[in-house]
């Protein structure tokens, strides 16, 4: 641990703002996932609802700095593909 009364505050922020990056990240990954199984058993309107609920937690980590920019316009343009796959 840091001697500096300044650094001590900085290693319990870090590791505050690691468990929420982690926390939401996790139900990013979920919500991701929630959409693969709705294109797999082809049900569409479920889908688009999960489709949309995706991308909005997508912006969101780019908006928070958990994702990369390019990271998200990767994520979102796979699950578009796989939305037009479907026949939506």
Do not use: C, P
Not at 62 to 88: D, E, F, I, P, T
């Amino acid at each position: 641990m840091a001697n500096i009364k300044s650094a001590k505050k900085r290693v319990l922020t870090n590791e505050k703002r690691r468990a929420q990056n982690a926390s939401f990240k996790s139900d990013l990954r979920s919500s991701v996932k929630v959409f693969n199984t709705k294109v797999e058993q082809k049900d569409v309107e479920g889908a688009k609802a999960a489709f949309t609920t995706a991308v909005k937690k997508i912006d969101k980590a780019v908006n928070r700095g958990v994702y990369h920019k390019n990271k998200a316009a990767r994520q979102k343009s796979a699950l578009q593909q796989k939305m037009n796959g479907l026949g939506a």
